[in-house]
């Protein structure tokens, strides 16, 4: 059983680990607006990070955009590097759980959930990285189940919103849910949006690594999960979707890996029966596509090559038409982004046997929420981590490594996200 208290030994419910890079800074102004929600109606917490200086910048920056000066002296501070071990450890020791937003994970990953695993901490991380998720699981998983830690991967935007979609599809189809496809829409306002650059550097290592994650995956040495139902099309790599009336391509995030991963965990370790999924993200119009394709020719050509890699991570703004920037977006463009899911799913209506004949039911529901990077992330990130302090009975009974849905699938997740603006609806 997970641990969850606070102790003289273990002050901290949260530590905010890489509070000060772009995204850190969200993750704390969300955490400061919680602190009712933690255990008994407190939240005791800390930042931590290379630089104290930039760290008390953060914390000022957050009393003032919260109207909460009592910040400035509430909240702790802890000196911490990945490169220096021991300070990653004594940071861990202080904390019930670590959210860690220091990335790439593929880098600077590894030696957080190490310490983690080590000193008796849970760790969730906002990794869109399958790469570094699996590898996370292969070498960690029995070693956080023999320490009673567990180590959650993708809890921010990627992919708490399509794993815990697909479970809420599921939970809500009257009989048994066979398969279910996604649509994704990006909503903008007048100035536009785009994306910190942290996550196109993720991408173009990512892409450029893509024959290590199957070597990796062969070591798991998995069977196929069974196909119940008729058998998920694949859709083609540009087609026009009429379920939300726009090109479509399919979603190169991690959600399908981790929603795979839920699944199978459902179906060996719950006997569920599993869900075929495929995802998949609208362009807009053909003048999308035109640029996407024009994007996407000279992506794949640089990823192969060294130089190629440095010239897409020094120039973001340039090989992404604007849609990745060092900058980030402004808080203004973050007010009027909004995304959208919409999950397409079928399967077999209550009393019929789902081994004869096609699936006989459908079913649609929606996920959506507020700009999905910097507002929805640390909401999820931050919901997550509430529910492993105020719902650990609900929790896996062992500890390991685990994706979102894998982990939540019995608490009250869901409702706490509706409760914080990423709403889960039948339609």
């Known amino acids: 059983m997970a641990r969850v208290e606070t102790s003289s030994s273990r002050p901290y419910h949260l530590v905010i680990f890489g509070a000060s890079g772009f995204t850190g800074q969200f993750v704390v102004e969300e955490v400061a607006r919680t602190v009712s929600e933690g255990p008994k ?3 005791k917490w800390a930042v931590a990070g290379r630089s104290k200086q930039k760290l008390e910048k953060v914390v000022e920056q957050a009393a003032g955009v919260l109207g909460k000066p009592e910040l400035r002296s509430e909240v702790d501070i802890l000196v911490a590097d990945v490169e220096e071990p021991d300070s990653l450890a004594a940071m861990c020791k202080q904390a019930v759980i670590v959210l860690n937003c220091v990335g790439p ?3 600077y990953g590894e030696p957080v959930v190490k310490a983690c695993v080590e000193n008796g901490a849970h760790h969730i991380d906002i990794c869109g990285e399958p790469q570094f998720l699996e590898g996370m699981q292969l070498n960690y998983s029995s070693q956080a189940a023999d320490k009673g830690v567990y180590i959650i991967g993708s809890c921010g935007f990627d992919s708490i919103p399509a794993d815990m979609g697909v479970l809420y599809t599921r939970d809500q ?3 048994t849910l066979t398969a279910v496809e996604s649509f994704l829409t990006i909503g903008s306002g007048p100035d536009g949006g785009c994306i910190h650059d942290g996550t196109w550097q993720s991408a173009v290592y990512g892409f450029a690594d893509g024959p290590k994650l199957q070597g990796l995956r062969r070591k798991f040495n998995h069977k196929p999960l069974p196909t119940i139902g008729s058998k998920i099309k694949r859709r083609g790599s540009v087609f026009f979707s009429n379920e939300i009336q726009q090109y479509t391509v399919p979603f190169m995030g991690s959600d399908p890996s981790v929603v795979k991963r839920t699944q199978r965990f459902l179906a060996e370790d719950h006997e569920a029966t599993p869900v075929q999924y495929g995802a998949y993200a609208g362009i807009g119009g053909i003048g999308n596509i035109i640029k996407m394709m024009f994007a996407g020719m000279m992506f794949w050509f640089l990823v192969k090559f060294s130089f190629g890699r440095n ?3 020094k120039h973001p703004e340039f090989f992404s038409f604007g849609f990745f920037s060092k900058a980030g977006p402004t808080r203004k463009q973050m007010e009027a982004s909004s995304f959208q899911f919409a999950f397409y ?6 009393g019929e046997d789902p081994s004869r ?12 929420g507020p700009e999905c990077g910097y507002v929805a992330t640390p909401i999820a990130m931050v919901q997550a981590a509430l529910t492993i302090l105020n719902e650990s009975t609900s929790l ?5 490594v685990y ?6 699938a019995k608490t009250t997740l869901v409702d706490r996200l509706n409760k914080h603006g990423i709403q889960f609806s039948v339609i």
């Open 41 to 43: 109606g407190n939240l």
């Open 105 to 107: 994970y593929r880098f």
């Open 173 to 175: 189809f009257k009989g």
């Open 311 to 313: 010239l897409l991570i």
């Open 345 to 350: 799913g079928e399967g077999y209506t209550e």
């Open 357 to 368: 004949g096609k699936p006989n039911g459908k079913i649609r529901t929606l996920v959506q």
């Open 396 to 400: 896996p009974k062992k500890g390991g």
């Open 403 to 408: 994706t979102p849905g894998a982990a939540f």
